[in-house]
């Protein structure tokens, strides 16, 4: 009887459950203490390559296709990375409309951080 077990390295389209998917090279990683999905999006025609996490309650199916095929799905599926938000940005917008005299323009996220923010 053989005890090695494959290690997971595909070319994967990965359906998540609220009906989003993601192509790219898939793999399994141990973070903090959980083996997770890691999948590698590559480089498309308007994003730059990233790497993305899921837990496997998040996952619904996972397709093992071509490399061809996933980077050709990658691409289709306009996948963007997550953005860092950057509070020296907002402070900076926060401090020019003030010099200006208009009111701070704030997005429906930014309520839940403007109690405790200094502005200048």
């Not at 480089?43 to 980077?71: C, K, L, M």
């Not at 306009?78 to 323009?105: C, H, M, Y």
């Amino acid at each position: 009887m053989n005890n090695t077990t494959e290690k997971f390295d595909l070319w994967c389209i990965v359906e998540l459950f609220g009906h989003s998917k993601i192509a790219g090279r898939c793999t399994e990683q141990n973070v903090a203490g959980t083996n997770m999905l890691r999948v590698d999006v590559p480089e498309t025609s308007v994003n730059p390559a990233f790497t993305r996490f899921f837990n496997h309650a998040a996952i619904y199916a996972i397709n093992p296709v071509s490399e061809d095929v996933a980077i050709f799905m990658a691409d289709k599926l306009n996948t963007k990375p997550i953005d860092s938000w950057d509070i020296r940005q907002f402070q900076e917008k926060a401090l020019q409309q003030k010099v200006i005299g208009q009111p701070v323009d704030r997005d429906d996220d930014d309520e839940d951080i403007e109690e405790g923010i200094d502005y200048i």
